[in-house]
């Protein structure tokens, strides 16, 4: 199992940011997804998931403003990031959205002026 998180950087308040997250070694196609973040000293924070069947759910922090999607053909599941706020900052991770679920290496996000 292999997941790879890319698209972050720098961006300022109001900006946007797509992540995409890359999979491999596993039947994509059947499994829910989901992108959390975490601020170095916090604790993880879910962000957003899909399910197989692309229904989606969003934290309220993000609720409006972000957009998770995947495509099968390409085992990939994106994260769009809009408005983003300063808070949003941080480092964030896709995973298989599972119990114990593997999880990518992290993607570093930064909202500042």
């Known amino acids: 199992v292999q997941l790879v998180a890319s698209g972050g950087g720098l961006v300022q308040p109001g900006g946007s940011l797509r992540l995409s997250c890359a999979a491999s070694?596993?039947?994509?196609?059947?499994?829910?997804m989901s992108w959390a973040r975490q601020v170095p000293g916090k604790g993880l924070e879910w962000v957003s998931g899909?399910?197989?069947?692309?229904?989606?759910l969003y934290a309220d922090t993000v609720k409006g403003r972000f957009t998770i999607s995947r495509d099968n053909a390409k085992n990939t599941v994106d994260l769009q990031m809009n408005s983003l706020k300063p808070e949003d900052t941080a480092i964030y991770y896709c995973?298989?959205?599972?119990?114990?679920?593997?999880r990518s290496q992290g993607t570093q996000v930064t909202v500042s002026s």
């Open positions: 995973a298989i959205w599972a119990p114990g679920g593997r």
């Open positions: 070694g596993f039947i994509f196609r059947t499994s829910a």
């Open positions: 899909i399910y197989s069947t692309g229904s989606t």
